[in-house]
């Protein structure tokens, strides 16, 4: 069993979105993969430095390495403020990834669950297939995740850490940002291991 941990976006034209205090998804995602790929121990970094990779290069890359899962780590970005939360994303009908998105789910730091729920500007955190419809996305969003998902030859998850304008403060503690890692290898390792904080390859 071989996790592939990426950070999207990454090279000079595909900074992804904006984090307050921080500065560009990109280098974001790429600190939070370097430390995930530090917490899963046999786990494969797939964008290890700041590089431009078309989904289909991270494809290709996934699948050399023989990736069994790949987790796409990203920060969500929605035009205006007063969206927040964790959401964890699969592809319609693969109950590997949405057990393994509803794991994580329970496990991340309560900073990056819902803070505020009012039905109609704020999202609650959740695990969905990428076609569902919820209050935090849009068409566009959902064809750029369906693009993600869709360029691994094998089980992914797309995980959007938080919004970047709204959970700036806990995306980058960095206590909640080592937390996060662990909660996902908790995770990994209960769902392919049967053993909490191991996560042995083969
Ligand atoms: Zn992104």
């Known amino acids: 069993m071989k996790i592939g941990c990426i950070g999207g976006h990454g090279g000079p034209s595909n900074r992804g979105c904006f984090i307050r205090s921080y500065g560009d998804e990109a280098d974001y995602t790429?600190?939070?993969?370097?430390?995930?790929?530090?917490?899963?121990?046999?786990?494969?970094?797939?964008?290890?430095?700041?590089?431009t990779l078309s989904l289909k290069e991270r494809g290709q890359l996934a699948k050399a390495n023989q990736c069994d899962v790949v987790i796409s780590l990203h920060v969500n970005a929605v035009p205006g403020n007063g969206l927040y939360g964790f959401s964890a994303w699969h592809w319609p009908g693969n109950a590997r990834m949405q057990k393994l998105g509803k794991r994580i789910l329970t496990l991340i730091p309560p900073e990056l669950r819902v803070k505020r729920f009012d039905g109609t500007r704020s999202c609650r955190s959740l695990v969905s297939a990428i076609d569902?419809?919820?209050?935090?996305?849009?068409?566009?969003?959902?064809?750029?995740?369906?693009?993600?998902?869709?360029?691994?030859?094998?089980?992914?998850?797309?995980?959007?850490?938080?919004?970047?304008?709204?959970?700036?403060?806990?995306?980058?503690?960095?206590?909640?940002?080592?937390?996060?890692?662990?909660?996902?290898?908790?995770?990994?390792?209960?769902?392919?291991?049967?053993?909490?904080?191991?996560?042995?390859?083969?």
């Open 132 to 202: 569902e419809r919820h209050i935090d996305d849009d068409k566009r969003w959902r064809m750029r995740g369906r693009a993600v998902l869709g360029c691994y030859p094998c089980d992914t998850l797309l995980l959007e850490l938080g919004f970047g304008a709204t959970d700036y403060l806990a995306l980058l503690d960095t206590t909640i940002q080592d937390n996060l890692c662990l909660a996902i290898e908790r995770a990994v390792g209960e769902q392919y291991n049967g053993i909490n904080g191991q996560h042995v390859t083969s």
């Open 30 to 51: 790429l600190l939070m993969s370097r430390k995930l790929h530090a917490a899963l121990p046999g786990s494969v970094l797939l964008r290890p430095y700041d590089q």
